[in-house]
């Protein structure tokens, strides 16, 4: 599974070439200005440009123009005015030492940051470290340093280049799940005795695949060794007490324009940033009441991160208060999280992002984690689910046809292929793949169960299908459909559907109102507002209580260890994974929901 985790990053990329197609002949604006001592382009927004197409036409990037332009966060218009950072790039020079040192990469057109980086198994940090002038400006023709050169891999499959262990030759297209069948290992055992894996596989790659019969005891007891190592043993000496940054968009000085009473007569809701934004801090006071003890103390100290204000985060991570933090929650957008979570690299303090999805803020950061797993890990889990539960029955994967769709699907079917065949040892491919409505028909079954796959969050082709399914699936046929939980908040689909085809998707959090834990923290929201919380409340509560109660037990360097910290929480649980020894951690842990009988459930 882990060597699918950063693959989402090239699908980013992917998206936004597919948005930019349109703008290609687009032109750098001759607009420079010097504002507030730095100097930008000012760029008119054409018809169809995308954010991406604007950030490689002026080959910098795209965080640096949303840091420049907060609301472009929210989407672009066109005809829109943007500052774009003014700055001189010229390509890496390459020396005929280089030559000799290096290995040179040649970037030609489509290529990504991403697609390098997995070509040659180094992390985005290294190729900017190796090429400084780079700052992630992809050019076709563009030379590049990407590893020192190493001595040619021999051309048999099974060598003996590692004492003890037997190695084998990775082939092109072969997975991890792959390998481990073909020499009758667990994809853990891989993992362990291979861990640069993690980011990904590459052909005529060695790995280690078994160790030697004769040199198994001492090899083992190197494992153990190296595990021990790894762990990162906790150094720092636990505290009496420990200062809490919480960060978020609580909005102060736009809260004190609000109306309450007019919302209320307009029937209006609060504003939701603000909301969100409170019912995570009031769930993680909830957290802090609960364990703080006369010997350990939490000391909060809020953060009211302005993500349309870079000034004023900046501003922030400057001041005292910040630095003596030793833990930080927040802030919850991608742009201030990144400013942010350098701030506090620099400072050696352990970060963790609530609600974003994007690996990439756990970039060259051991001190970051997120707690919401990615679209791709979400992928993967519902993937396995369906293989476990539906083998069996007629499992179908609907393909909308969309260019922005096509990788997830073709990473569900990919996943759904490898869990199928290492673990259920089945390498046929039993996910039927159709288009519209006619395909679905098409290899509708009587006599199995039917499981349509619909991994798509567009609302209008969503509607169209869902009601043609609708018509089809009459009285006398039983139809189940799973799709992503995005749905549930579309105002135009109808949850008469839902309810009628068993509606089954991935979730981080599942709220179980009948559960003893989430009643008790209710009501104490509920004494405070007179309201019932969203789901944010109790977020809040789970990650207040995992971290506080990992700093509270493991001292400072509770960070090192987050995947030894294993924990179910009142709504969603934790388990954490590292990409690799330079990355933070990312949350793994999902749960399977099943809307039926108008109610929410969980599935597994």
Known sequence: MHKFIFKILFFTFVFGIVFSACSQTAIKSTNIQTISGKKFYLHKVEKGQSLYAISKLYETDLNAIVIENPDAIDGIKTGQELKIPYEKNKLEEISPADYEKYEIHKVVKGETVFS??????????????????????????????????????????????????????VEKGETVYAIAKKFSISPDDFYLWNPEAKAGLRTDQLVRVGIKKESKDSILKQVVVATTIASDTILASKKASYNVGIMLPFQFNETDLINVDQLIKDKQSFPSTQSI???????????????????????????????????????VVKENTFRDLDLCIGPVYNSSFKVVAEKAKENGIPIVSPLTQQNKVLFDNVFASKTTPSNFTLIETLAEFVV?????????????????????????KMHYNDYLSIVYDNIADTVREVKGIAGAKTVYSSVKKNYFVIISEDEVYLTDLLTQLNSFVDKKKELNVIGLKKWISLEHLDSEYLNKFNFLYPSSVYVDYSNEQVKKARKVFYSMYFSDPEDYYYQGVDIGLYYLEALKMYGPDFYKNLDQHKKKGIVMDFNFFRP?????????????????DYKFTKAN
Not at 287 to 306: E, G, M, R, V, Y
Request: hydrophobic residues 35%; contains cysteine.
């Open 116 to 169: 390098i980086c997995k070509k040659y198994s180094i992390s985005e940090a290294t190729l900017n470290e190796l090429n400084p002038s780079f700052k992630n400006n992809l050019r076709d023709g563009q030379l590049l340093k990407v590893g020192e050169k190493k001595a040619k891999i021999p051309s048999e499959g099974i060598v003996s280049s590692a004492p003890g262990y037997e190695m084998y030759k």
């Open 580 to 596: 690799s020894q330079t990355t933070g951690f990312d949350n793994r842990s999902l749960k399977m929901v099943r809307y039926s």
């Open 277 to 315: 934004a409170i019912e995570l801090y009031q769930g993680i006071k909830y957290a802090i009441d609960s364990l703080q003890t006369a010997d350990c103390k939490f000391n909060i100290q809020l953060f009211d991160t302005q993500d349309r204000d870079s000034a004023q985060i900046f501003k």
């Open 388 to 412: 476990d539960s539906f083998r069996n029955q007629n499992v179908v994967m609907i393909n909308s046809g969309k260019p922005k769709e096509q990788a997830l699907m073709k990473a569900f």
